[in-house]
Antibody, heavy 119, light 109 residues
């Protein structure tokens, strides 16, 4: 079945870096755009970034632009999020999500990976 | 930056109709999507492109959009529909930047 599995979360100090991965299975990964979405503890959802199916275009929320980089390796069916210059406000569960039918939205989500930025 | 506005909470009795609204200036030009998130779980898409229902979503879930407001309607709400609901759309800049509403806690009791 269609599955997304995130990894790479953990505790990092302010100013540090972390790379998240999202392993995809059960669908043709190279045919779909992919998103990252996050949710701070007890808060709502926040869209973070999107990458087209072939990696040709990338889009970011203003809150992470210039600090985070989304990328993908279609040969490995894997999505990445490189997070630099991390701040306390980046503390959240990070979800990867699969594009839905070439629309602006997404249907399948992973289970999420927790990132905690704290000294 | 672009914002979508939802009421923080909606409460209905079982069997009643629940309506959750989402307002945004770009909604006349951009589709609205709705996600259901139950406690401790990843969100689930319940409505896409304003009014379409993905396979597996019960018929009691429907969506509509008029002008700057989109509405999620749950006809005959069930106790198991109690969850947080988020609308989602993109801004009209063409930069494919997504935005969620603040979320609405639906209580069914």
């Amino acid at each position: 079945q269609v599955q997304l599995v995130e990894s790479g979360g953990g505790v990092v100090q302010p100013g540090g870096s972390l790379r998240l991965s999202c392993a995809a299975s059960g669908f043709t990964f190279s045919s779909y755009g992919m998103h990252w979405v996050r949710q701070a503890p007890g808060k709502g959802l926040e869209w973070v970034a999107f990458i087209r199916y072939d990696g040709s275009n990338k889009y970011y929320a203003d809150s992470v632009k210039g600090r985070f980089t989304i990328s993908r390796d279609n040969s490995k069916n894997t999505l990445y999020l490189q997070m630099n210059s991390l701040r306390a406000e980046d503390t959240a569960v990070y979800y990867c999500a699969k594009e839905y039918r070439a629309s602006d939205a997404f249907d399948i989500w992973g289970q999420g990976t927790m990132v905690t930025v704290s000294s | 930056s672009y914002e979508l506005t939802q009421p923080p909470s909606v409460s209905v009795s079982p069997g009643q109709t629940a309506r959750i609204t989402c307002s945004g200036d770009a909604l006349p030009k951009k589709y609205a999507y709705w996600y259901q998130q139950k406690s401790g779980q990843a969100p689930v898409l319940v409505i896409y492109e304003d009014s379409k229902r993905p396979s597996g979503i019960p018929e009691r879930f429907s969506g509509s959009s008029s002008g700057t407001m989109a509405t999620l309607t749950i006809s005959g709400a069930q106790v198991e529909d109690e969850a947080d609901y988020y609308c989602y759309s993109t801004d009209s800049s063409g930069n494919h930047r997504g935005v969620f509403g603040g979320g609405t806690k639906l209580t069914v009791l």
